[in-house]
């Protein structure tokens, strides 16, 4: 197998047979640099080294593969960019599920619905990865004129009102919920999100 780490081939023997030991061996002699995995590619295809299917993947002699490590600042920056990038497809998403619902169009808007809510379980679990890899409270943690918790019990709030309208098929409700509650919150967020970034060293 080639292994490659952060553009320069390795030239030792490789005991491991599966991606996942391997991995947790790298990242432990590197863990005192302060470096941690970026990005990881298995004959070009990129590989997410936290799910148990990638980790039992077996390694042969024809692999290539390919291991960025970097500071912990670096993958931040990139968590806060993909969210970033993320509401922008999220917000447009707001807007249309708004429109079928008052449109009477239920069938299509339960659909956008689903997709809504699953998108605001990723973005909060990127936001919660962020908060830990910074060593925040969200207690303390000030994003605005609140705190990361005074938001999260907001959005629990208004969560859990759409589930119960979307129950009651309440559609008004629904979309009104969408509109003038959800979407301002995540409109927000986007301003929000450089504030998670660590303070930079000063020297």
Request: aromatic share 8%.
């Amino acid at each position: 197998m080639k292994l490659v780490i952060n553009g320069e081939e390795i030239r030792e023997p490789i005991a491991e047979t599966t991606l996942g030991p391997l991995i947790d061996r790298l990242m432990s002699e590197r863990q005192a640099l302060g470096l941690h995995v970026f990005a990881v590619h298995l004959n070009s295809d990129e590989v997410l080294v936290d799910s148990e299917e990638a980790r039992s993947l077996s390694l042969s002699g024809d692999d290539l593969l390919e291991i960025e490590f970097a500071p912990i600042e670096a993958l931040i920056a990139r968590n806060i960019d993909n969210a970033g990038n993320y509401l922008d497809r999220l917000l447009p998403g707001f807007e249309k599920a708004t429109q079928l619902f008052r449109t009477g169009n239920e069938q299509e808007a339960n659909r956008y619905f689903l997709d809504i809510i699953d998108g605001i379980e990723w973005f909060s679990e990127v936001v919660t990865q962020t908060l830990a890899a910074t060593g925040g409270d969200p207690a303390t943690l000030k994003l605005g004129t609140e705190t990361l918790q005074d938001r999260n019990e907001r959005l629990l709030s208004y969560t859990t009102q759409m589930v119960e309208a979307n129950q009651n098929r309440d559609w008004v409700l629904l979309a009104d919920l969408i509109e003038y509650e959800l979407t301002p919150f995540y409109e927000e967020w986007q301003t929000l999100l450089p504030h998670l970034l660590p303070p930079k060293n000063i020297n």
